[in-house]
């Protein structure tokens, strides 16, 4: 949910709770796995970078624009 929700609106356009509410969990939990927004959209585009170089299909970049 969080990766779907930065692509779509940016880092500054995506809140927590919104990445809460799609993905249907809590806020506790979140911040007891991440710590901060930014921790998690760290961990996002790591996985992301990851996935690259597994050979996994990707977004456009001109998707991600909007995060940078």
């Not at 940016?10 to 809590?26: F, H, K, M």
């Amino acid at each position: 949910a969080a990766e779907k929700l930065f692509l779509e609106h940016g880092y500054a356009g995506t809140s927590v709770n919104e990445i809460v509410r799609v993905a249907g969990g809590s806020l506790a939990t979140l911040y007891a796995s991440f710590g901060t927004k930014e921790k998690l959209f760290e961990e996002v585009m790591t996985q992301r970078v990851r996935s690259a170089f597994d050979g996994e299909p990707q977004a456009p970049i001109t998707v991600m624009m909007p995060i940078l």
